[in-house]
């Protein structure tokens, strides 16, 4: 018996900066979670797939991810996630590195 659908993002990286990035329900790209479409129906889920799927001048590796309605708007169900959206941990750049610039600053 086939598993029952689970909420799901489009996810991608971004073909020239290698950032995680996220399909909008304005189908644009965006670095942040809480800003992705959530969609909550699988038929829609393979279409916004195929959408992603159609622009590798912006985005590559384009998959559907697990998530959960948060709060704030779409949110990690699998640490994988969790670690693809907060960045690399070898050592602080990009969103890390911003991060420890802000907290600098206070």
Do not use: C
């Not at 909420?7 to 996220?22: F, H, M, Q, R, S």
């Not at 699998?78 to 690399?88: A, D, N, Y």
Request: charged share 25%.
């Amino acid at each position: 018996m086939a598993r029952a659908f689970t909420p799901k993002v489009v996810t991608a990286n971004d073909l020239l900066e290698g950032d995680v990035i996220y399909l909008t329900t304005a189908n644009t790209w965006t670095r942040e979670l809480q800003a992705a479409e959530l969609i909550t129906d699988e038929a829609e889920a393979q279409l916004r797939l195929l959408e992603a799927q159609s622009q590798p001048q912006i985005a590559v590796g384009a998959y559907l991810a697990d998530a959960k309605p948060g709060e704030q708007g779409p949110e990690p169900t699998h640490f994988r996630e969790e670690f693809r959206r907060t960045g690399p941990s070898n050592y602080a750049h990009g969103k890390q590195e911003a991060k420890l610039e802000a907290t600098a600053d206070v």
